[in-house]
């Protein structure tokens, strides 16, 4: 029997399979998708089994034997997807396999074996029996020999060593205890965060119908029925406020999909941000549930893809990398907080696991759901939309105000240092947002507001910090710092960059720290535990305020935030990129969402009435407009409405190339031969563009636009292959992104 195997090297140089002969005790368990150890080129790699052959081209007796047979089996299904996931995102077969292997698998990496005990039926009886009197033909126990049996006998199964192994042995010695050797999976300790039950609380109507929705495409593409007029509508957008209990409706969507016995994926933006999220679904389905992260052990996660992989845990919960969880027969998969720019992986292949699910819920005949308060623009164009128009609890959303900073030199504006005042005087909770995307400095008019745009992209113009350029990421447009507006001739000009300790130094003056605690949550400074440390004490507290980048607003749900605060709101919008006002709008429209809510919202609502300010430069700015107004339809309308006009997704498609060197104009000509390389019917190719030295390295990007999707990966693909391998050689690392995000 001959293997057709897809050997795992990381260079972009080979390409195609190899084929391998399988020895007689090897070919019973080879199928597509095992995994085998090999030699390939001179050295020891693994490969993955893409088809199974009688015959082969080359002379069998020079192909050589995989040395093992690894007992992690991908399944055909991933095989396929790694293809698609190589082509679509110009990668290689390998480097997408190489993301689905079990973790572990390359190392070695196998079963924990631990020594467990189980009470035999002797040991049953003696428990029984004994202590009825001395003359008792049962054997004599001791008090701590019966504690060890009645704990048996009370737990099942258990490790020996947890017990005491020596003891264990004596009572097995005497047939009272079975002692042998078995995998034990090591499982992710379950953290239990908020309130979660094991049953479904009585539905809203809304959510009754979002559900019904559902239930009827899981149905119609399950077993018999899947079979002729499956249903023709199967991916969903639920479009659901904050609290609107979107959660609820995947748990009883993941119900029905474990019910008719099939398996589903439930993909979050980042495990250590929504713990609450897991421990729902741990809470309601119990150990059927595997958990997929990096914060566990390899360990822990090998055992996790086992447990998948085997079927005995049939939903998987995680972030984009459980995309590509290794089960059969998925019948549902869930991407919460669709909106989420952490879906998109960093590595290569930049695959989006958005896409990724679309791909293996078409392939399963699984139904698709991506939910969010504030959905992506492409998603309500390109789905199915179902509706969660209020919130459980019945509070509405709290105003939205935008404060006008175009005047104002202070980092807080008169009304927020008001309503902050009030705040600490009723004793209330604030969440304080300072807007900052990495560092993003621009160029604004202190006096009319004007910011300083791209005339080809429309996005802000980036200021250099060495030089005295403003520069375009898209398509490297350039031009100077100027001395004064051209719109209203104020030289007045500023180059921006918030100042984080500023607006910290400025409450703890304003609020007096012994009484208002400020809660500092940081994303760049602390590790996971920290932050996790300082949310737990923000929810605890009675009063303070959460001051934090971005991660404030996600997924946290505090009861009792009467206030929530955004400091230089325009900053997303301002950073080079088209998604900016979608950035915009979401990080308002979610801050809101999670203001004034639970019943501590509602006691000093009596005294505070909740709010939301947002202090921006540019109070016209659409985004804002729209966000204030609470305007979800309005605001994604706008923006399909210019991205069509202006070629963005999903009316184009956005592929970008990045080429990196240690010297500029190495990156730079690979950029320029890989451009001149590009032509494609219908697509425009900007640049190559400068880019900022990324650790040491300049970069030299290509942006094409393309309305014809298919032909334009395609021309990429081949540009790429064609310039990348030499380029390797002198230090130039090309790097492919189709819709960055
Ligand atoms: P979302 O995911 O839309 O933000 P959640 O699913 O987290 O909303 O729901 C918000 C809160 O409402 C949670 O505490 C949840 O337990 C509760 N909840 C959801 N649905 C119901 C319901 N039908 N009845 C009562 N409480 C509910
Ligand atoms: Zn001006
Ligand atoms: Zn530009």
Redesign the pocket.
Known sequence: MIAQVQPLTRTRAVRGTFDYRLSDAQAPSVRVGSVLRIRFGGQRTLGVVTGLSEITDVDPGKLSEPDEVLESALTPELVGLAEWMAHEYCSTSARALSLMLAPGAAQGAGAKRVLVAELTGAGRDALATEPVADASPAPRLTARQRELLATLDRTGPAAASELGTDSLRRLAARGLVALDRRTRPRRPPAHAV????AT?????VA?QTALDRLLEAIRSRTGADANGDGADEYEFLLH??????????YLGAVAAVLNAGRTAIVLVPEIAMTP??LW?FQARFGDVVAVLHSALTQGQRRDEWFRLRSGEARVCVGPRSAVLAPLDDIGLIVV?EEHEGSYKHEGDPRFDARAVARWRANAHGATLVL?S?TPRPESVHELTRLR?PE???GRPMPPVELLDMRSSHQPLHPETRMALADLRHAGGKAIMLLNRRGWSNFLSCRNCGRVWLCPNCEVALVLHRHGAFVACHHCGHRERVPDRCPDCASVSVARHGAGTERIEHELRDGLGTDAFPIFRLDADASTLQARARTLQAFEAAAAGVLVGTQMVAKGH?FPGVSLGVVIDADQTLRFPDFRSEERTFALVTQLA?RTGRGAEAAGAGDRVRSRVLVQTLAPDARSLRFAAGHDADGFVADELGRRRALRYPPFASLIRVVCSAEAEPEAGDAAARIHERIVVDGAAVLGPAPLFRLRGRFRSQVLVKATDREPAIEAVGRAVDAVAPAAAKRGVSVSVDVDPV
Request: charged share 20%; no cysteine.
């Open positions: 908020g309130a979660a039950s479904a609380p009585p539905l809203t959510q659901g406020v904050t609290g609107s209990g979107k959660t609820e409706v609450q999220t729902r919460d939910g308060a969660l919130r459980v609890d749900d969402g």
